[in-house]
T-cell receptor, first 118, second 113 residues
């Protein structure tokens, strides 16, 4: 069965600090990988995604993530965080298995709550 | 238009009430989802509709009844809920067969009294 682990449940940083949030997944096949963000009081938004190709993907708001297949990891990074990055971050995996209905089943990690202080 | 809309934004209901949550998207997506999200937790999948047919029911109690009247609309009918069902209910949609990202609505904050 697929699973996703996010190692940091709660991260506190000062503005301009660098950020790295860990994500590891467990799945034997090919996967699509996602990072979603949920700002306070707002809906889940896609930060970035990896399907194939260059393992370093760039997303919105200066975020990037690196897919390391050998480590089953998809860590999220940002060189310099801002107060507005305060949010909950979810890593998610979608195994490339063709289900009977053709839908996608996302498996979410537990989430990392990031607080950035001015 | 990459928006998923949900109504109502907030809902308070008693344990004997019947209410419905609504979700709409106009992105041409043929997969639609209901999730339940408790505070400080990730979304938990409840139901998946693909091509307007129920594809997955993640062992959700029968007091939750989904409905997909057409390719743009998704409803969740609620009856005889329990206080522990209080949560944020999220709707999402996606393309099928491509493993694409899901687009989430803002959710309905449900409180069961």
């Amino acid at each position: 069965a697929q699973s996703v682990s996010q190692h940091n449940h709660h991260v506190i940083l000062s503005e301009a600090a660098s950020l790295e949030l860990g994500c590891n997944y467990s799945y034997g096949g090919t996967v699509n990988l996602f990072w979603y963000v949920q700002y306070p009081g707002q809906h889940l938004q896609l930060l970035l995604k990896y399907f194939s190709g260059d393992p370093l993907v760039k997303g919105i708001k200066g975020f990037e993530a690196e897919f390391i297949k050998s480590k089953f990891s998809f860590n999220l990074r940002k060189p310099s965080v801002q107060w507005s990055d305060t949010a909950e971050y979810f890593c998610a995996v979608n195994g490339k298995v063709k289900f009977s209905g053709g839908y996608n089943k996302l498996i979410f990690g537990a989430g990392t709550r990031l607080a950035v202080h001015p | 238009d990459t928006e998923v809309t949900q109504t109502p934004k907030h809902l308070v209901m008693g344990m004997t009430n019947k209410k419905s949550l609504k979700c709409e998207q106009h992105m041409g997506h043929r997969a639609m989802y209901w999730y339940k999200q408790k505070a400080k937790k990730p979304p938990e999948l409840m139901f998946v509709y693909s091509y307007e047919k129920l594809s997955i029911n993640e062992s959700v109690p029968s007091r939750f009844s989904p409905e997909c009247p057409n390719s743009s609309l998704l409803n969740l009918h609620l009856h005889a809920l329990q206080p522990e069902d209080s949560a944020l209910y999220l709707c999402a949609s996606s393309q099928v067969d491509r493993g694409d990202e899901q687009y989430f609505g803002p959710g309905t904050r449900l409180t069961v009294t």
